[in-house]
């Protein structure tokens, strides 16, 4: 059995599907339906991320499986003017989960019906931030955090059904580990390193 995201009122049908097909049509044809019902699960699996003992405490891990399609800086009314925006595009092979980037609190969620931005802090105060945009089948990410909710890095805070775009914005105190096109792990790829206090003043 996989475990997924995907909530018993999918596979219910299709467990019934499979065996309504293999009653009237015979097993060629319930074989079919078992093999989308897998394949399906298989994109929505859940994964488990394991503590990574070579990752220090500074790194950032990418919060989803992808590519990073642009690195720039933006004006945006939500993102402060020195933050670096990465833009990534979801690889639906390796996952859809959301994952906290490292030990950070939930400090607000905006969404409208278009997209959905996630403020992540540390204690210290420093701001992660994550925003969504609606994907091509109409879905935005499915999240089971809230305002107040601590994670340590890559837990799971949610998943994206079917993927699409993500803005990952850190602030300049960190340095890229990752460069455009880089294929990412969700949850476990180091995508940057936050600068100590000494090597800022010297920046």
Not at 49 to 56: A, G, M
Request: with cysteine; hydrophobic share 45%.
């Amino acid at each position: 059995m996989i475990n997924t995201y995907l909530p018993w009122k999918f596979h219910f049908p299709f467990f019934i599907l499979c065996f309504l097909f293999f009653e009237l049509l015979g097993i060629y044809f319930a074989g079919i339906i078992a093999f989308v019902y897998l394949a399906i699960a298989w994109l929505f699996r859940t994964e488990e991320i394991l503590e990574q003992y070579d990752l220090k405490p500074e790194n950032l891990v990418t919060p989803f499986a992808g590519k990073i399609k642009k690195i720039s800086y933006v004006k945006h009314v939500f993102i402060p003017e020195n933050y670096l925006c990465l833009e990534l595009r979801y690889n639906l092979i390796k996952g859809l989960g959301i994952y906290f980037p490292k030990t950070l609190e939930v400090y607000d969620i905006v969404k409208n019906e278009n997209e959905v931005f996630i403020n992540l802090k540390s204690d210290n105060d420093e701001s992660l931030i994550i925003h969504f945009k609606k994907n091509f089948f109409g879905f935005l990410p499915k999240l089971w955090v809230y305002p107040g909710d601590r994670g340590k890095r890559g837990v799971t805070m949610g998943y994206f059904p079917w993927g699409g775009k993500l803005f990952f914005y850190i602030s300049d105190n960190y340095i890229l580990n990752s460069n455009e096109n880089c294929l990412l792990l969700g949850g476990r790829t180091s995508i940057a390193t936050l600068l100590k206090d000494n090597e800022i003043e010297k920046a």
